[in-house]
C-alpha cells in the first residue's frame, strides 16, 4: 500500500462547476497535511494546508480532513480553466519529511 | 526574497559523469529539503537539512548521492557516475517550521 494515494485522474469538470480531488494515507499517525498545485513543467505550489479535523476554506478551496478515515480532500468553488493542473496531496507524520502522493490530474473545460 | 533559487535549470550529461546542483533558500527558512520528481510521480524524498545539519537521508539515495548545506545557506547536491536512471528533476525546497514548503523550479537532469 502506497502511503498517500490519490486518484491518477484525469479528473474533468466544466467551468464554473466544484471539482473534488481525494487523497488518502496510511500512517495513523499524520499530523499535517498539503495540497500543491503544480502546472504542467512547473514546481509545485502550495495551496493549503490543514492540521485538525474538519474544513478549512480559503477563498474557492477548501480543504477537508478526516482523520478517523484517513481521508483528505480538496473541494475548488467556480472552477476556471487556470485551475488546470496537477494537484498533489502531501502528508508529514511529524518526522521531517512530507510524503507526496502521485497527484490527480484536472481539467476545467472552457 | 525571490523565493528559492535553483541552478543550473537544465543540466544534460553523459553516463558516468559527476554533476553538482546548487540551491538557495529563503534566507529566514532554517528547513531545506531536496526532492526527486520524475514524470507522472509526486516528489520523491531524497534529504532534510536544518541549519547546516542533515538530518535524513533517504535510503533510495545511494552512496552516489551527496548534499551538503555549509554554515546553513544554499545547499549543494552532487550525483556521482551517474547512470540513466538518475535523470529527473531535482526539487529544492525551503520552509519554516511545518507550515508548507516552498519549492524552486527545480534543475532537469538528463543522463544520455
Known amino acids: 500500500q502506497k502511503e498517500v494515494e490519490q486518484n491518477s485522474g484525469p479528473l474533468s469538470v466544466p467551468e464554473g462547476a466544484i471539482a473534488s480531488l481525494n487523497c488518502t494515507y496510511s500512517?495513523?499517525?499524520?499530523?499535517?497535511f498539503f495540497w500543491y498545485r503544480q502546472y504542467s513543467g512547473k514546481s509545485p505550489e502550495l495551496i493549503m494546508f490543514?492540521?485538525?479535523?474538519g474544513d478549512k476554506e480559503d477563498g474557492r478551496f477548501t480543504a477537508q480532513l478526516n482523520k478517523a478515515s484517513q481521508y483528505v480532500s480538496l473541494l475548488i468553488r467556480d472552477s476556471q480553466p487556470s485551475d488546470s493542473a496537477t494537484y498533489l496531496c502531501?502528508?508529514?507524520?511529524?518526522?521531517?519529511?512530507?510524503?507526496f502522493g502521485a497527484g490527480t490530474r484536472l481539467f476545467v473545460k472552457a | 526574497d525571490t523565493g528559492v533559487s535553483q541552478n543550473p535549470r537544465h543540466k544534460i550529461t553523459k553516463r558516468g559523469q559527476n554533476v553538482t546542483f546548487r540551491c538557495d533558500p529563503i534566507s529566514e527558512h532554517n528547513r531545506l529539503y531536496w526532492y526527486r520528481q520524475t514524470l507522472g510521480q509526486g516528489p520523491e524524498f531524497l534529504t532534510y537539512f536544518q541549519n547546516e545539519a542533515q538530518l535524513e537521508k533517504s535510503r533510495l539515495l545511494s552512496d552516489r548521492f551527496s548534499a551538503e548545506r555549509p554554515k546553513g545557506s544554499f545547499s549543494t547536491l552532487e550525483i556521482q557516475r551517474t547512470e540513466q536512471g538518475d535523470s529527473a528533476m531535482y526539487l529544492c525546497?525551503?520552509?519554516?517550521?511545518?507550515?508548507?514548503?516552498?519549492f524552486g523550479s527545480g534543475t532537469r537532469l538528463t543522463v544520455v
Open positions: 525546497a525551503s520552509s519554516l517550521g511545518q507550515s508548507g514548503y516552498t
Open positions: 502531501a502528508v508529514n507524520t511529524g518526522g521531517f519529511k512530507t510524503i
Open positions: 500512517d495513523r499517525g499524520s499530523q499535517s
Open positions: 490543514i492540521y485538525s479535523n
